[in-house]
């Protein structure tokens, strides 16, 4: 019996927080705090009388370590779930420390303002000697290590699904699949249609801030970076059908290469339409990407959080969703001696998360693996003090919580591969 505070009611907390209400025997409280309270209470009065799990709410900026702090010590949970933006990553992880609780999060620290000096001096040091460029890393959240061991306490990172499901899919394949995994290739399809000519599909700052940055991969023991979108595969996807697909830079490339011992490389994929990519590039283009403030009638803006503004927001494209999700991992390498390949992947339909949450699948894919690494820490399963990324867990009690909770997977042998 737990109880958890969780940050951020977005469209990702808001499954993650359903989950936590369905699985009331685990999670007796919750207290769900973010930026805007309305959003919380809104919820809260949602699911109040549906579920067992006693609900709170509270108004925190999660940029202020001390509001966080004392928001920690009125609540006293077990654990922090950060599901608020990247940009909260190492504020919550330092009033977790203060106060002597638990953390976990959905994906790795990026900072909100690229431009301060301080963070740009060490970004360009790590581009120069890792050799990729994107805006987040593990490097940030890593250097906790000790400061959490130290304290005897565990900070989760990226339960989410890739960031997440994936790294335990990877876990997994080398602990039941292979002796020896040479290549993995991470798929991300989403085969929903929303109907508009141009939606994302979480938070679109954070999303666009991702597509829009050069391509790396993980090849013997290196970084090969490439210019955006500039790798394009097809793949026929179970249930989705033929999808193209373009190389991203993607966080947990960088924790998979340091744990999967022996991995000679490691890629991911996502599938975009070309609606999305014309769209995406004249918003460029025009520098509507851009994280840096303009100056417009004395107002300070910044053009992605302007369009942020402008676009539809992700947690209401669930009514108008249809089609599915078929995210996973595909692994060559060997058992016994012998070459194998093997493909580990779910499929999740729009419509479906929609009818048991209000939700689109890109919340649903994310917020239950949040509920699931949460529940992973409160029941003790995974308890090592540090901090740590999912696939350095046991994998087996994760992957059937999975099954259990709705994001079943499943294993092909000798899929078709990607060249
Ligand atoms: P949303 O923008 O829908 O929600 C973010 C929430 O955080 C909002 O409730 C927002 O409040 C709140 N918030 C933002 N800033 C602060 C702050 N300073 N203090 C307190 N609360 C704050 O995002 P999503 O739900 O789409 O994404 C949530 C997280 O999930 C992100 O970190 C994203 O990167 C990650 N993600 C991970 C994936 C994975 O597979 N691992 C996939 C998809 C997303 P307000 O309502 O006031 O704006």
Redesign the pocket.
């Known amino acids: 019996m737990a109880r958890v505070l969780i ?7 808001g499954v993650a927080i359903q989950k936590c209400c369905q699985n009331s025997e685990v999670f007796e409280e919750i207290c769900i705090a ?3 309270k309305a ?1 919380c209470d809104a919820l809260k009065e949602k699911l109040e009388g549906k579920t067992s799990t006693k609900i709170t709410t509270a108004q ?4 202020k370590v001390e509001e966080l702090v004392s928001l920690i010590r009125e609540v006293k949970p077990d654990l922090v779930m950060n ?6 990553d190492l504020t919550i992880m330092d009033a977790c420390l203060e106060c002597g609780v638990n953390y976990m ?3 790795n620290y990026e900072p909100e303002d690229i431009t301060e000096p301080e963070w740009r001096e060490i970004y360009e040091k790590r581009c120069k000697e890792e050799g990729f460029s994107a805006y987040f890393d593990y490097s940030w959240q890593w250097a906790y290590q000790e400061k959490f061991k130290k304290a005897g306490l565990t900070a989760l990172l ?1 339960s ?5 499901v994936t790294q335990a899919y990877c876990a997994y394949a080398q602990k039941h699949l292979f002796d020896e995994i040479e290549c993995i290739d991470i798929l991300d399809c989403n085969g929903g249609d929303h109907g508009y000519p141009f939606a994302t599909n ?2 679109p700052e ?1 999303n666009l801030r991702e597509v829009s940055a050069p391509g790396s991969y993980w090849e013997d023991g290196h970084w090969v970076e490439v210019p955006a979108m500039s790798i394009k595969r097809e793949y026929d996807f179970d249930q989705v059908g033929h999808k193209d697909m373009y190389l991203l830079h993607h966080e947990e490339i960088e924790s998979l290469a340091k744990n999967i011992p022996g991995v000679k490389r490691i890629r991911f994929f996502m599938t975009f339409g070309q609606s999305y990519l014309t769209h995406m590039k004249c918003l460029e283009n025009v520098g509507m990407l851009s994280t840096e403030p303009v100056e417009f009638e004395g107002h300070s803006i910044v053009p992605i959080q302007f369009l942020k503004e402008l676009l539809p927001d ?2 209401s494209l669930g009514p108008r969703t249809v089609g599915k999700t078929n995210i996973g991992c595909i692994f060559s390498g060997k058992k016994d001696g012998k070459e194998k390949k093997a493909y580990i992947y779910n499929v999740c339909d729009h419509q479906e998360c929609y009818k048991e949450l209000g939700s689109q699948a ?2 649903y ?2 917020g239950v693996p949040a509920m699931v690494g949460a529940m992973m820490l409160v029941t003790g399963k995974w308890d090592k003090p540090g901090v740590y990324t999912v696939e350095e867990f046991d994998p087996d009690p994760y992957m059937d919580a999975l099954n259990k909770w709705g994001l079943p997977w499943q294993i092909e042998d000798n899929p078709e591969m990607v060249d």
């Open positions: 940050m951020g009611c977005g469209g990702v907390a973010s930026r805007t959003k925190v900026d999660a940029d599901i608020a933006l990247p940009y909260q999060d959905t994906a990226g989410g699904f890739d960031p997440g979480f938070n954070i992700p947690a890109i919340s894919t994310t």
